[in-house]
């Protein structure tokens, strides 16, 4: 029987990973839509809240850079599926939770298992697309965090009303559940996919860097400065993100005064402007390529400035007149964190090979959740003293002094699986 083969399969593959995303960002923002309702419920304290976004943080830095070894070892189709099962069954143990205590038990598990989402989609870049292509999947898929992020308040708020705030959990555990299914149904490497066609086989693995070999070293990985030109950019920029995605719904609620519908009606729109933020982030990359004659590293580097620059939407919630320019400069600043973001988790593909980039990506994800755990106890600390104008003034400064950090530790000469122009690779097919 003649192989049917599937045009443009990688561009499927990367949006299966896309979903995928977007469920893990779907469970991880959940609670910040239902704690409005939750904490009348169980009666938790903002400050208590902090804690519990911290309990989650701490278990998601701690993770990553093990989910990412784990993945470099196990591979990705079974990685992958195992974390994806672990996120949907701590999502759902949400529902039984019965104080701030136990909350933050179940949001440490689910942290933990959350881990590896962004390592293992970049490791599915790095197998799928040719390096030039690659800040275009990685925008892709790196939309999926707002793409979950964005569904999250109408879907929450849909089943708190409807039934009770423990049900939007069980239904977004579900949705995973769901995924990872067809996730193990339909995923194979390049080399083993037997609906790939001959031409974009080539056109894929004849455009990527020689690849590395042997276990990944953790201690080789942190003795670089590329690594850390890396890592502190994003543990200066996650913040913001972490700001995104726990506090919009609190501060819209405590601040601008807003009620829970208007919060289902309006509080996604921050996260459609990151979705465009994400995939305009990507094609970003080859644009300045193509137009300044730029290296791979320099168009990442461009790529983080621009976003740095337009982080100056959110430093000036403050001077909003009404919630509804609140939410645009939040829109602004949805954009600009994830193009920014989407940069430099692509420019660990371009210095460390495959086989450790999940590790790398890994690591550098735990120096970005660390910026997030310190900032979000800062805020529990200090929204209801010094007010939250003052906090999103920080994080634009953060972007601005990560900006300078690329351009100062990382050259177009670093190395890895493409420092300088894209090797030669087959015609694209048609």
């Not at 910040?32 to 943080?57: C, D, H, N, R």
């Amino acid at each position: 029987m003649e192989t049917r083969y599937i045009k443009g399969l990688r561009w499927w593959i990367i949006g299966l990973v896309m979903i995928g995303v977007a469920l893990n960002y779907l469970s991880r923002s959940s609670l910040s839509v239902a704690v409005p309702t939750l904490s009348k419920e169980l009666g938790i304290s903002t400050q208590q809240y902090s804690y519990v976004v911290a309990a989650f943080q701490a278990a998601y830095t701690a993770m990553q850079p093990v989910a990412g070894y784990f993945l470099d070892l196990l591979g990705t189709k079974i990685g992958f599926a195992i974390f994806a099962l672990g996120w949907a069954l701590s999502n759902a143990l949400h529902g039984f939770a019965s104080g701030w205590q136990s909350l933050a038990f179940f949001r440490g598990l689910l942290g933990m298992t959350e881990a590896a989402i962004i390592p293992a989609g970049l490791k599915v870049a790095s197998e799928w697309f040719p390096d030039k292509e690659r800040s275009v999947a990685t925008g892709w898929f790196n939309a999926g965090t707002a793409l979950g992020a964005m569904f999250a308040p109408p879907l929450v708020v849909w089943c708190i009303l409807h039934y009770n705030w423990q049900s939007a959990f069980v239904v977004t555990g579900g949705l995973s559940l769901i995924w990872v299914v067809i996730w193990l149904v339909t995923y194979r490497q390049p080399r083993q996919h037997p609906r790939l066609s001959p031409a974009e086989k080539e056109y894929i693995l004849g455009g990527q860097s020689p690849a590395g070999h042997g276990k990944p070293s953790l201690k080789r990985i942190l003795g670089q400065k590329r690594f850390w030109g890396i890592a502190i950019p994003r543990f200066l920029a996650d913040p913001a993100w972490a700001t995104f995605n726990f506090w919009i719904p609190l501060y819209l609620t405590s601040v601008r005064h807003m009620s829970l519908q208007e919060i289902a009606m309006f509080a996604w729109l921050p996260f459609l402007a990151a979705d465009l933020g994400s995939i305009v982030g990507g094609y970003l990359s080859p644009f300045f390529m193509r137009t300044f004659k730029v290296s791979v590293i320099t168009s990442r580097k461009l790529v983080v400035t621009t976003g740095a620059l337009l982080m100056t939407g959110p430093a000036c919630i403050g001077l909003a007149t009404d919630a509804y320019w609140a939410i645009a400069l939040f829109c602004i600043g949805g954009f600009a964190h994830q193009a920014l973001s989407g940069a430099l988790i692509t420019l660990a593909s371009d210095v460390f090979g495959k086989h450790e980039v999940a590790t790398a990506t890994g690591l550098t994800g735990t120096a970005a959740w660390l910026g997030s755990i310190g900032f979000s106890l800062i805020i529990g600390a200090l929204a209801t003293t010094i007010g939250y104008n003052p906090l999103f003034v920080c994080l634009a400064l953060f972007d601005v002094i990560g900006a300078l950090v690329v351009w100062s530790m990382i050259s177009p000469g670093s190395g890895g699986a493409q420092a300088g122009p894209a090797p030669a690779a087959a015609e694209q097919p048609s």
